[in-house]
């Protein structure tokens, strides 16, 4: 949550951090602003509201503005926290005398106190924020320690060396960055300050004193670095600079990065050179466009298909065995796993429901899934043989790391499931699968959700070959029915227009249930929350069987109840069971549409509306189920007026507990 970006280089720094905004929209969109230092002035102008009211507002200032011409700069694109979603509120913020500004995602725990601890020294606050603190802090520790200095100790890189090794950056023409062994700079003050916080923080500030720099620095809270060639980016995402690099810096946790035009550098809190690693992004700026579509949302439930396609090429090898990313575990490790828990939130714990019918019996281990927010607060029993699987599309869901780091302290095994190179999810577990989904930038999850879940049936593969349940043979057969699901998908949504058109038919409903069983209950959950937040409406998923004990009530005359049924073939009891329910419902004036595997010809008689989707095994079915439902939701959302990419209230990556 939070989006931002800093830039150093030769362009207008205003431009490209603006332009990074946009791509980081998804992460905030209550108000946005930028810093740059401009004739040794810092310029601020920010904005409530999305990011056309500040593109608005410095369009608006006269063409000759120096602001323009500026080459290092900050911007934040916000998710609201602590104070209400107004311009006073707005990052960034800037010290009393005006020459330091500061942008911030996360949590300061403790500015409570260090707001005190400011106003009883006489320091006036202006905004709401836990993050002006820091501004302030900042400007008193550069006060108190005075001294220009030349570059000191850090790892750092430039443009044509290796990021991460030793070096130092800078050459003709090179910025000043402040010195940590003499302490004096921003970047000496921002890890003296850094030091005196609590909580979850990405910081990027720039001070009047030193044009030319831009200084991060992160706890719990996401940062990177683009590496371009006599340009740097710190972002909170690689989208941000994307259009310029696909050459990445991964910072870790508790480290301070200073960009000017010449190198990066990277040190901890307490100055040491910390060691980084680069990598190159796999996929480019078009990705992250629309490309025709009238929203990011529809574009990526376009690109399911081959999203699910990527995230299985390679996965098997020639001797037939399933392969992870990363594992830092043996398999030995992996055959003395005798519980599971699957951690997650949203999105992510309906693929962790449905892992678990796939895990279960797969390799016949005892399978959890737990929302993460909940998992550390129940004292949950983890020893050194639980494995623990958190999915996380961002790797960045505080809720889910916390709960994986409460995993770790206990000794569990963690397996990450992610779709982000480099993030604290995967880079905390001792094994990561990732998925290849490409980014994902509406708000609301698809093609995550889809690849989570190849993702989830790999990991139930791999358990079940490691521990030699499933035999080579087994798990390629497996595999390629995982290996057809594409095509399926794209015959899905082939056949979308009759959904569209029941989808403008819905939106006046005051309610909506969802309803299934087996794997169809957790997509019953997915098809309500992407309802619930794209379209704002009253929506609730059920386990079919639990409606006769509370929920029937709700059912009026006219509700729409979709119902997700299982195939008939195979789990016929399970298909005769679900039709009852849909006839309990029916006869009490629900609105029936069904979603049902294509030559299921029983359930047409019970139905107002009925979706067919190609046959597919049992367990593999929400891959195709779950595609009408995410269409239905955008389609309302639409209907109502709604903006389908950038949901009211929310936030794609939630980094705050
Ligand atoms: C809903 C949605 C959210 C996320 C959840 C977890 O459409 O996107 O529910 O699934 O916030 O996010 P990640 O997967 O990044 O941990």
Redesign the pocket.
Known sequence: MCGIVGYVGARSACTVVVDGLRRLEYRGYDSAGVAVVADDEVRVVKRAGKLTNLAKALAELPPADRLRAAASGIGHTRWATHGAPTDRNAHPHASADGRVAVIHNGIIENFARLRDELEAAGVELASDTDSEVVAHLLAAELARTAVPVGVGAGTSGSDGGPGGDAGISGGAGAATVGDGASGAGLVAAMRAVCARLTGAFTLLAVSADEPGLVVGARRNSPLVVGVGAGEYFLASDVAAFIEHTRDAVELGQDQVVAITADGYQVTDFAGAPAPTQRYHVDWDASAAEKGGYDYFMLKEIAEQPKAVADTLRGRLTEAGEITLDEVRLSDQDLRDVDKIFIV???????AGLVAKYAIEHWTRIPCEVEL?SEFRYRDPVLDRSTLVVA???????M??IMALRHAKVQKARVLAI???NGST?PRESDAVLYTHAGPEVA????K??LT?LVACYLVGLHLAQVRGIKYADEVGAVVAQLQAMPSKVDEVLATMEPVRELGRSLGSARSVLFIGRHVGYPVALEGA??LK?LAYMHAEGFAAGELKHGPIALIDDGTPVICVLPSPRGRAVLHDKMISNIQEVRARGARVVAIAEEGDTAVAPHADHVVYVPRTPTLLAPLVTTVPLQVLAAEIAATRGHDVDQPRN?A???TVE
């Open positions: 997650a939130c949203g999105t992510a714990y309906h993460a999915i996380s599309q961002s790797g960045e869901t809720d889910t992610s779709n982000t999810i708000v609301a999850s698809t995550a959700f989570q929350l992407k937040e929310l794609k990556s939630v």
